[in-house]
């Protein structure tokens, strides 16, 4: 059973950084492109960044490009996003994507 589980959300202001990790398991996490999307309140959920399996290469939206950054650990099977300058519009909830499955998700909130 595919399982991802996000972490390192939390409240940080105006220009400051986070680091979110998904740990995945269930499945051959190497083989497989992986993913961030957000849901912001009373928005739907948007795609943030993917990172393909075999070259490692990065995929960002617009909104997110030159501030966060995308990685991946295949030997820990965890997916990474390091977050920049972040903005009151980044706040949301931040769901890891593999496979057609989601993680619970993990709140990050930017104050102004």
């Not at 202001?13 to 492109?33: I, K, N, Y």
Request: aromatic share 12%; proline share 2%; hydrophobic share 30%.
């Amino acid at each position: 059973e595919v399982q991802l589980v996000e972490s390192g959300g939390g409240l940080v202001q105006a220009g400051g950084s986070l680091r979110l990790s998904c740990e995945a398991s269930g499945f051959t996490f190497d083989d497989h492109v992986i993913g961030w999307f957000r849901q912001a309140p009373g928005k739907e959920r948007e795609w943030v960044s993917c990172i393909s399996s075999s070259d490692g290469r990065s995929y960002y939206a617009d909104s997110v490009k030159g501030r966060f950054t995308i990685s991946r650990d295949n030997a820990k099977n965890t997916l990474y996003l390091q977050m920049n300058n972040l903005k009151p519009e980044d706040t949301a909830v931040y769901y890891c994507y593999a496979l057609g499955r989601w993680g619970q998700g993990t709140q990050v909130t930017v104050s102004s």
